[in-house]
């Protein structure tokens, strides 16, 4: 069975103290139900609007300090929750994607938290969350063109040995580790920090692995919450 085990840096903990995270491990099965990714992510829409959930503006304000605390500019680029929360207030919608990534980006709507989802067989050991250095090569798309961009020193980022997978802690995603339903080994993050209480962020968790049960009868998943360990 597969089981991600992803790493923290220590010095993450000082950026933001209290961030905390579930990791989830999924083994896919054939999709039967396709269309449940859609339907949640058409009512996460509706449930943006109306301004749920009442904690999402100190959440989503509370990542735009710590994204600033490592250099970034949050009003340029936000969280990734943040970012998805501001093109549904501007469009009432989202248009559809991907049955997984529909569904992974209806509970960051719903429940204002930045949540990751990774093609974790394209990874080149397990994921670490660090301060970049700044040498580390990140896939991206540039003018309609593959491109290799760099992080600015400092930056945090997911990465593995072969370079950054995610830029700006949970900004933007790499090309090579591209999550899709054609997947058949996904690992997703879901990032909070205090502000989010912590019985959200497993509801979130819960309400993505119910999701992905209804999608595909009979995966297999595991869940961790990922914290700072008192020494």
């Given at each position: ?7 923290i ?13 579930l ?13 449940i990714?859609?339907t ?7 449930a ?12 989503l304000a509370a ?27 501007r469009?009432?919608t989202?248009?559809?994607l ?10 960051s709507?719903?429940y ?5 989802g990774?093609?974790i067989?394209?990874y ?11 040498t580390?090569?990140f896939?991206t798309?540039?003018?309609?063109e593959?491109?290799?961009e760099?992080p600015?020193?400092?930056e945090?980022v ?6 950054v ?5 949970n ?9 899709d339903?054609e ?15 912590l019985?959200?962020l497993h509801?979130?968790g ?11 009868p ?5 869940v961790?919450?990922?914290?700072e360990?008192?020494?």
């Amino acid at each position: 069975m597969l089981t991600v085990s992803p790493s923290i840096a220590p010095e993450i903990y000082r950026i933001a103290p209290g961030f905390r995270a579930l990791s989830i491990s999924v083994k896919a099965a054939p999709v039967l139900n396709p269309n449940i990714g859609q339907t949640a992510l058409q009512e996460a829409c509706e449930a943006v609007l109306t301004g749920a959930p009442e904690w999402a503006e100190s959440h989503l304000a509370a990542w735009a300090e710590v994204y600033q605390t490592f250099g970034a500019k949050p009003k340029r680029t936000p969280c990734s929750a943040d970012a998805l929360r501001k093109r549904v207030s501007r469009d009432g919608t989202m248009p559809a994607l991907d049955p997984i990534v529909d569904l992974y980006n209806a509970v960051s709507l719903r429940y204002a938290v930045p949540v990751g989802g990774e093609n974790i067989a394209a990874y080149q050991s397990s994921p670490r969350l660090v301060v970049a250095k700044g040498t580390e090569p990140f896939d991206t798309v540039k003018d309609g063109e593959s491109a290799i961009e760099y992080p600015s020193q400092g930056e945090v980022v997911w990465c593995d040995d072969a370079g950054v997978t995610c830029r700006r802690w949970n900004w933007r995603q790499g090309i090579r580790t591209r999550l899709d339903v054609e997947a058949q080994q996904m690992w997703f993050i879901l990032e909070s920090l205090p502000q989010m209480p912590l019985e959200m962020l497993h509801e979130a968790g819960k309400m993505l692995t119910d999701g992905l049960e209804r999608m595909m009868p009979g995966l297999w998943f595991e869940v961790a919450l990922i914290e700072e360990q008192c020494q």
